[in-house]
């Protein structure tokens, strides 16, 4: 079955009518939102212009090695956005290489596995299905593992006289440090917890949309989006145990003491 | 018996010091002086050296939680994990008879944390202190919340530790207390601890 309608620039630019809209209502009531939707609206179709032409060439290439460095370099990115994303992070190396690194090895571990044995494209790494589940992936991993880290280093550090009364008292840092814990799974967690409840009824997943508009059966789209969500919530759930466990044990040290010096002040 | 050996925290030490069984040492010093720091070193809340002892129990030899079952510290910020007063103590029940030693109501296992007043919440965590019989008590400021009366209960409470056989040391700005409960007062300034004449 090939019902797929290819759109043309046209069609695009019309689409632009109703942002155009928006913009113009901003200005005649003054409510200056006009340039930062425009700059916005700018950024979107630069970068996806450049990904597609990116994507296309990755696709026709087939190189494992671009492949590879591009992964990287999304891995490296992400890593970025979780450091930026947290109020008071750990000090030094383990700021950034942290979070990065429990998202990396989470989000590309479930990857490479679902494309090894669930998806089965050939070869494995086909930049086609490879990269977009990657960054599926990467970005719901992201987010929380950074909601965990920002929620921990900020509960530990407001709590200090909780949990140091515990350790007091002759808590192991593990039981010491649990309530903040637990908030802080939470805090990773509750994303993927509800975008799983409310897909399907509130929302229909972009992914699932796109396969559907391109003239697949939606019941096969839903096979895949079912997959993807699995994999999604898999690895995040992953990521975020590893990043709040490091944590953890980077914010303690093996005489059970909180170890607050290891955090940066908080911003502004 | 405690014994402290060339402890060195920050701008602290080395600081030696020996408390004997059943006895009670005050230190006092000017605001900033680190009386805190030296406590939290002790009972090993930050990163410090030195040697530090209890009878044949040495510090470093112990894992850290068994050592704070040995070594109690109340801070002088009282701290709460949970909503309700009973849920810190181990055994609230065996707590309930001394409630009232240190004048609070034998129905305060089940009030809740938000509605204490500093006073209130400073004898809990005393109490919350002695429940694992630690045989050295590190007390800071543990009655500067109190009202004269209470202040007298809560340093007879703490006389009867001492009979047991508890070393205490008491940081304390109140030289009258210090004269009341200490057999020997010490002062810390400049990093550096010193006897002060009877």
């Known amino acids: 079955m090939n019902s797929y309608l290819t759109l043309t620039y046209f069609d695009v630019l019309l689409a632009t009518g109703f942002l155009m809209l928006n913009g113009a209502l901003s200005l005649w009531l003054n409510l200056q939102l006009e340039r930062k939707l425009l700059i916005a609206a700018l950024r979107m179709v630069v970068q996806l212009l450049l990904v597609g032409m990116l994507l296309k060439s990755l696709f026709s290439i087939l190189s494992p090695w671009l492949t590879l ?99 007091l008292l002759g808590a192991n840092r593990m039981e010491a440090m649990l309530p903040v ?63 709040t466990f490091g944590s953890i044990w980077r914010l303690s040290d093996s005489r059970h003491r909180l170890r607050l010096d290891r955090l940066t002040k908080p911003k502004g | 018996m405690l014994t402290v050996k060339a402890l060195t925290r920050l701008t602290i030490g080395p600081v030696d010091l020996s408390v004997t069984d ?24 930050d990163p410090n050296e030195g ?11 112990t894992p850290a939680p068994e050592w704070r079952s040995h070594v109690a510290m109340l801070p002088a910020e009282s701290g709460w994990w949970d909503d309700n007063v009973g849920a810190h103590f181990k055994n609230p029940n065996k707590i309930t008879p001394k409630l009232t030693e240190v ?34 008590l590190l007390l800071d ?15 007879a409470l703490l006389r009867k530790e001492l009979e047991r056989g508890t070393s205490i040391v008491i940081v304390t700005h109140d ?20 006897e002060v004449a009877p």
């Open chain 2, 22 to 45: 059943g006895e009670c040492v005050a230190i006092t010093g000017p605001s900033g002086a680190g009386k805190s720091v030296l406590l939290r070193a002790i009972v090993d809340l």
């Open chain 2, 103 to 136: 004048g609070l109501s034998d129905a305060a296992m089940g009030w809740e944390v938000a509605r204490l007043s500093s006073g209130e919440k400073h004898r809990l965590a005393l109490l919350r202190c002695l429940e694992n019989d630690p045989e050295v």
């Open chain 1, 69 to 167: 460095l591009v992964a990287v370099a999304m891995v490296l990115f992400a890593g970025r956005e979780i450091w930026a994303r947290q109020d008071r992070r750990l000090r030094g190396f383990w700021g950034y290489g942290l979070g990065a690194g429990a998202m990396g090895f989470a989000g590309a571990g479930v990857t490479v596995i679902a494309l090894t044995t669930m998806v089965g494209p050939d070869p494995w790494w086909t930049p086609r299905y490879a990269l977009p589940m990657l960054g599926m992936i990467l970005g719901n991993t992201m987010t929380g593992v950074s909601l965990a880290q920002d929620t921990l280093h900020g509960a530990a550090a407001r709590e200090r006289v909780a949990i140091e009364a515990r350790i």
């Open chain 1, 181 to 243: 814990v637990r908030r802080a799974l939470r805090a990773g967690f509750i994303p993927v917890i509800n975008g799983m409840a409310a897909t399907g009824i509130v929302s229909l997943p972009g992914m699932m949309t796109g396969q559907i508009l391109s003239g697949v059966d939606p019941n096969e789209a839903v096979k895949y989006q079912l997959l993807i969500m699995f994999l999604i919530s898999g690895a995040t759930g992953l990521g975020v145990l590893l990043a």
């Open chain 2, 175 to 194: 030289t009258a207390q210090a004269t009341r409960l200490a057999d020997r007062r010490l002062h810390l300034e400049g990093g550096k601890l010193g």
């Open chain 2, 51 to 61: 040697q530090v002892s209890i009878g044949k129990i040495s510090r470093e030899n």
């Open chain 2, 141 to 155: 400021e543990p009655t500067a919340a109190l009202d004269h009366d209470t202040t007298l209960q809560v340093e």
